[in-house]
T-cell receptor
Framework: RKEVEQDPGPFNVPEGATVAFNCTYS??????FFWYRQDCRKEPKLLMS???SGNEDGRFTAQLNRASQYISLLIRDSKLSDSATYLC???????????FGTGTQLKVEL | ETGVTQSPTHLIKTRGQQVTLRCSSQ?????VSWYQQALGQGPQFIFQ???????GRGNFPPRFSGLQFPNYSSELNVNALELDDSALYLC??????????????FGPGTRLTVL
């Protein structure tokens, strides 16, 4: 079983739609959780950290469920510029390496 | 821009050859991590260097080796290249302080093709 699992997509949605991505992780001792965004042929960039209390940044909302070892990302009012691959990232307890999922590809269309 | 630079941007090698990739960390950062990203996959952790010492390694064979220099820049060396080594190689720098996590900033990557 992979340490971090995501649905690879692609998710094709119309502009203005709400889209949700999910991710599960296998190591219950994991301590930090993130969503990264990666544009085609570019480096990953931090989108937002994820907390159990949930956190929101504009149109983006992230949520962590430690009991289910599940992380989510919700994007409201999708824009064409949101088209990218979204990577779920986990850091194990006591570690500093980023463990990435395979990424979920999002395509926002007119 | 993150301030992390990598060279070269693209590289083509043949099986069995050796390659050296370079990374300059962001000013003030003392830690560099290397990742391999195959097509359609997420980045995979290769190893991390902190103050010139290896500080953790992923599931990669010994032919993947590295160095960190006193200015905290780093090299990734891969010997006896195989076709499956074709990937985007990313380095990320951070300021490691104790056990707390600090954001890792990625360079643009080196795209290696092995023929």
């Amino acid at each position: 079983r992979k340490e971090v699992e995501q649905d690879p997509g692609p998710f094709n949605v119309p502009e203005g739609a709400t889209v949700a991505f999910n991710c599960t992780y296998s190591n219950s001792a994991s301590q930090s959780f993130f969503w990264y965004r990666q544009d085609c042929r570019k480096e990953p960039k931090l989108l937002m950290s994820v907390y159990s209390s949930g956190n929101e940044d504009g149109r983006f909302t992230a949520q962590l469920n430690r009991a289910s070892q599940y992380i989510s990302l919700l994007i409201r009012d999708s824009k064409l510029s949101d088209s990218a691959t979204y990577l779920c990232v986990v850091i194990p307890a006591g570690g500093n390496k980023l463990t990435f999922g395979t990424g979920t590809q999002l395509k926002v269309e007119l | 821009e993150t301030g992390v630079t990598q060279s070269p941007t693209h590289l083509i090698k043949t099986r069995g050859q050796q390659v050296t990739l370079r990374c300059s960390s962001q000013s003030g950062h003392n830690t560099v991590s290397w990742y391999q990203q195959a097509l359609g996959q997420g980045p995979q952790f290769i190893f991390q260097y902190y103050r010139e010492e290896e500080n953790g390694r992923g599931n990669f064979p010994p032919r993947f080796s590295g160095l960190q220099f006193p200015n905290y820049s780093s090299e990734l060396n891969v010997n006896a290249l195989e076709l499956d080594d074709s990937a985007l190689y990313l380095c990320a720098s951070t300021a490691l302080q104790g056990s707390s996590y600090n954001e890792q900033f990625f360079g643009p990557g080196t795209r290696l093709t092995v023929l």
